[in-house]
C-alpha cells in the first residue's frame, strides 16, 4: 500500500506519469546508487536526498535501473534552493533537464567558490 500511496504522490506533484509504475528493483537500486553517490551532486548536502533520472523513466523505462541514467540531488532546500526541482526538472517536476549532469558540475563550483560575506 505505501508504494501505491508513494506513486500517487508522485503523480500529483508531477513526478511520474498516471500508469507508469517503478519497477519493483528500485528500491534496491535506488539505495544501492546512493551508498556509492551519497551527496547531492550540485550543492554536496546529505539529507532528503533523491536518485534523479537524466532521462525520465516513464519517457524510457528501459533506462530506470540503469544507473548510467542516474544522479543524486538534493530535496534539502540549502539557502532556500530545491536541488532536484530546479536542476532536475527546471523548477516543474512536469519537465526535466537534459543538460543535468553538466549544469549540476558548473554550479557546484559555483557554489564552492562563492563569494563569503566580507571576504571578497
Not at 544501492?32 to 516513464?58: A, I, N, Q, S, W
Not at 532536475?88 to 564552492?112: E, M, Q
Request: proline letters at 5%.
Amino acid at each position: 500500500m505505501h508504494a501505491l500511496l508513494k506513486h500517487v504522490k508522485d503523480v500529483v506533484q508531477g513526478k511520474a506519469k498516471l500508469g507508469v509504475r517503478r519497477s519493483g528493483k528500485w528500491p534496491t537500486i535506488r539505495k544501492d546508487y546512493l551508498k556509492l553517490h551519497p551527496k547531492c551532486e550540485v550543492c554536496g548536502g546529505t539529507r532528503k536526498l533523491e536518485v534523479h533520472h537524466k532521462v525520465p523513466f516513464h519517457l524510457k523505462p528501459g533506462l530506470e535501473l540503469e544507473p548510467t541514467n542516474l544522479i543524486t540531488l538534493c530535496e534539502e532546500d540549502t539557502d532556500g534552493v530545491n536541488c532536484h526541482l530546479l536542476f532536475g526538472h527546471l523548477g516543474n517536476f512536469k519537465s526535466f533537464n537534459h543538460a543535468v549532469v553538466s549544469d549540476a558540475k558548473v554550479w557546484a563550483i559555483k557554489i564552492r567558490n562563492r563569494p563569503k560575506e566580507g571576504g571578497g
